[in-house]
């Protein structure tokens, strides 16, 4: 079964809207979980790094006041993108786990209108 | 940088063995993945190599070398379900993945 669960599984929102995504650990306690965005035909990229109990780090061009992370205890992560735009929409996939694991949440598939 | 480079696509025949490359330049390196990613779906674990050598898994077969900066991910007795992106990853020290472009397979009758 599912290790990392993820919440919505897709949502279609107004443009300027925000949307928050949710991302819990079942079977264990993370730490540290990671957020990934793909675009179609593209590959997974990292967008940030969401640490319990203290700031996110976010990757080199990712807006940390436009994806807003909160990882308030050790089984769950969110993502809030704020002010969405059309731009923003993707698939977006949060991922924990331990050394030699990696485990994937089904995703979120987010179209902006 | 990081450079992790696979070949965008590829295309066999049911019941034949395919053998996807992967080779990469990072500057760590903690471990590589290989996932399989059917489109609109959340990649789903293959395997994961962090030592030299052949691992075997089912038809799956994932072979490392660490020195070469090289792996590659051996499917046997192709399926059409087969037919998936196939993403090469390296935990480059942060646990955080980096990923390949991905290789689009496509198995044909």
């Known amino acids: 079964g599912a290790v990392v669960s993820q919440h919505p599984s897709w949502v279609i929102c107004k443009s300027g809207t925000s949307v928050k995504i949710e991302c819990r650990s079942l079977d264990f306690q993370a730490t540290t979980m990671f957020w990934y965005r793909q675009f179609p035909k593209q590959s997974l990229m990292l967008m940030a790094t969401?640490?319990?109990?203290?700031?996110?780090?976010?990757e080199q061009g990712v807006e940390k006041d436009k994806f807003l992370i909160n990882h308030a205890s050790l089984t769950l992560s969110t993502l809030t993108v704020t002010s969405a735009h059309p731009e923003d929409s993707s698939f977006y996939i949060c991922?924990?786990?331990?050394?030699?694991?990696?485990?994937f949440g089904q995703g979120t598939r987010l179209t902006v209108v | 940088g990081q450079n992790i480079d696979q070949p965008t696509e590829m295309t066999a025949t049911e019941g034949a063995i395919v053998q996807i490359n992967c080779t990469y330049q990072?500057?760590?390196?903690?471990?590589l993945f290989w996932y399989q990613q059917h489109a609109g779906e959340a990649p789903t674990f293959l395997s994961y190599?962090?030592?030299?050598g052949l691992e075997e898994k089912g038809r799956f077969s994932s072979f490392l070398s660490r020195s070469k900066g090289y792996s590659y991910l051996l499917l046997k007795e192709l399926q059409m379900k087969d037919s998936a992106s196939y993403l090469c990853?390296?935990?480059?020290?942060?646990?955080?993945?980096?990923f390949g472009s991905g290789t689009r397979l496509q198995v044909q009758p």
């Open positions: 190599n962090v030592l030299d």
């Open positions: 991922s924990a786990g331990r050394t030699g694991e990696a485990f």
């Open positions: 969401s640490n319990e109990g203290s700031k996110a780090t976010y």
């Open positions: 990072t500057s760590g390196f903690n471990g």
């Open positions: 990853a390296v935990d480059t020290g942060r646990r955080a993945l980096t």
